[in-house]
């Protein structure tokens, strides 16, 4: 039984189709369908129902694959602690949403080389969906994103809490407002960012909660590019708190009353995969700047609960209790 091997079957596992796990691992796919089969015989079991282009793991497949993934694991924690050595420079791969990524990066980016000059950081632009299949994948090390996340192959940390804010131009007559109610968007033009966007979905979330269909006018693929447009009157939009800026000279932000919209940011990383040095000096990095830079209302780490305390009759009974064995 090879290594190769069990990346392929559990390639196949994930991507429910042999060619589809031929073109993950880069081989072709009458090799990739020989070494299941050598891997079927080597086991004495079926480990896929092969139905029509469709792999299905089969019952002994889904225990094998389980034990594979904790092989493969293994074998890459053993890998990277060997090569996580603090005499060579160390690289890491961070992920970012890209409503976070322009505002939180940079002055990361910035403090991470004052502070740790020998840590290469890499970064990935890309939407919350995509990044975490990258973090589960092994192709990122970890990925700040909006919450929530479900995955169980991920281990999520809270970072901060954020409002979301109507952007709107200066002429604009919700400008004049003090406070915006859901209503007063009724008839309004919309500029939002692609539906891959965690932020559209959650702006989508608000309007259903207020009985509004959002009249969508225009569809961009940055939030500066929505700034923009707002700032031209061209329609409004609804911003996170953290793309506020004081060079927004032509942009009018506002609250939007009743229940009024907000998000969490976290990050996430492989469960089984080992955090390199690199790894935890980011995440430290990253938990400082939540505060110093106040982007959002900082969520504190999940306390252990105290152990209760236990009554006089149970001190009583502890002294009457005789141990099982020396």
Not at 231 to 246: C, E, F, M, Y
Not at 249 to 273: K, M
Not at 276 to 288: K, N, Q, T, Y
Not at 312 to 323: G, L
Request: charged share 25%.
């Amino acid at each position: 039984m090879e290594l190769q091997q069990l990346r392929y079957a559990v390639a196949v596992a994930e991507t429910g189709n042999f060619t589809r796990a031929a073109e993950r691992t880069f081989v072709s796919q009458p090799s990739l369908s020989q070494q299941i089969i050598n891997l079927e015989a080597e086991l004495g079991q079926k480990l896929f129902h092969r139905l029509g282009r469709r792999a299905i793991p089969t019952e002994a497949g889904l225990a094998f694959l389980e034990r594979a993934r904790k092989i493969l694991a293994d074998v890459e924690t053993a890998a990277r602690q060997f090569k996580d050595d603090p005499e060579f420079d160390r690289k890491i791969v961070v992920g970012m949403i890209p409503t976070l990524a322009p505002y939180l990066l940079p002055p990361l980016l910035q403090r991470s080389a004052k502070e740790h000059p020998n840590l290469t950081i890499y970064t990935r632009e890309d939407f919350r969906g995509p990044l975490c299949r990258s973090v589960v994948d092994g192709e990122l090390d970890l990925a700040v994103v909006s919450l929530p996340i479900t995955d169980p192959h991920l281990s999520i940390e809270p970072l901060f809490s954020e409002r979301l804010l109507l952007a709107v131009g200066r002429d604009h007559p919700l400008a004049k407002k003090r406070e915006v109610a859901p209503s007063d968007l009724a008839n309004q033009t919309f500029i939002l960012l692609g539906d891959s966007s965690s932020l559209t979905s959650q702006i989508q979330r608000f309007c259903g909660d207020n009985n509004l269909e959002p009249k969508i006018g225009y569809r961009c693929s940055q939030v500066r590019t929505v700034k923009a447009m707002a700032a031209l009157n061209l329609g409004i939009s609804i911003l996170p708190q953290v793309a506020r800026s004081s060079e927004d000279r032509d942009l009018v932000y506002r609250e939007l009353s009743g229940r009024a919209p907000s998000r969490d940011i976290g990050f996430v990383r492989h469960q089984q995969r080992y955090q390199s040095r690199g790894v935890e000096a980011f995440v430290s990095l990253l938990r400082l700047s939540v505060r110093a830079y106040h982007w959002g209302t900082p969520i504190p780490a999940p306390q252990k609960q105290p152990a209760p305390k236990k009554s006089p009759e149970d001190e009583s009974r502890k002294d009457d209790t005789i141990p099982a064995t020396e």
